[in-house]
T-cell receptor, first 113, second 111 residues
Framework: QKEVEQDPGPLSVPEGAIVSLNCTYSNSAFQYFMWYRQYSRKGPELLMYTYSSGNKEDGRFTAQVDKSSKYISLFIRDSQPSDSATYLCAMSGPTSGTYKYIFGTGTRLKVLA | DGGITQSPKYLFRKEGQNVTLSCEQNLNHDAMYWYRQDPGQGLRLIYYSQIVNDFQKGDIAEGYSVSREKKESFPLTVTSAQKNPTAFYLC??????????FGPGTRLTVT
């Protein structure tokens, strides 16, 4: 079983829709949870990060972490064509004296005008 | 502006040549990382360094080497021993366990 599972998509939605992106994970030691947006041929851009469980909102983006279910989500409200990109989830936690980062393989999102 | 710079953006090399990719950060982060990204495979960790003059192998270190002589800099050398070097290389940095920031990447093509 992979440590992080993320649906690769592609996910196509009309402009203005609410988008829900999700990841599940298996390692209960993960403490930090991150979402990145990556445009084609660019480096990933950090969108949101949260520590432990709960919700965090930033403009049109909301990140949710449910540690009991080992499930994280990113919601995008009022989606725009400029949101079309690949979204990566990531998490980190202590492992053998260091911090390990694990990334999902990414979900491709297309927002249609 | 704080951030991570990688150079060059595109790099072309002949098979059998070593090549060094540059990564510099001014975020005052202790830890730096190198990843390789191939289509459909996600990010794979090559090397990481948590402190100056120390670094550890990641999941796919064979054919690569690094150095960490300064806190700000973490260059990656792709050696001729790396069997499939053509890829998109990403450098990242963080403080211990917290959010990780990425550079813009270097696309290496070896023919």
């Amino acid at each position: 079983q992979k440590e992080v599972e993320q649906d690769p998509g592609p996910l196509s939605v009309p402009e203005g829709a609410i988008v829900s992106l999700n990841c599940t994970y298996s390692n209960s030691a993960f403490q930090y949870f991150m979402w990145y947006r990556q445009y084609s041929r660019k480096g990933p851009e950090l969108l949101m990060y949260t520590y432990s469980s709960g919700n965090k909102e930033d403009g049109r983006f909301t990140a949710q972490v449910d540690k009991s279910s080992k499930y994280i989500s990113l919601f995008i409200r009022d989606s725009q064509p400029s949101d079309s990109a690949t979204y990566l989830c990531a998490m980190s936690g202590p492992t053998s004296g260091t911090y390990k980062y694990i990334f999902g393989t990414g979900t491709r999102l297309k927002v249609l005008a | 502006d704080g951030g991570i710079t990688q150079s060059p953006k595109y790099l072309f090399r002949k098979e059998g040549q070593n090549v060094t990719l540059s990564c510099e950060q001014n975020l005052n982060h202790d830890a730096m990382y190198w990843y390789r990204q191939d289509p459909g495979q996600g990010l794979r960790l090559i090397y990481y360094s948590q402190i100056v003059n120390d670094f550890q192998k990641g999941d796919i270190a064979e054919g690569y080497s690094v150095s960490r002589e300064k806190k700000e800099s973490f260059p990656l050398t792709v050696t001729s021993a790396q069997k499939n070097p053509t890829a998109f290389y990403l450098c990242a940095s963080s403080n211990r366990g917290s959010e990780q920031y990425f550079g813009p990447g270097t696309r290496l093509t070896v023919t």
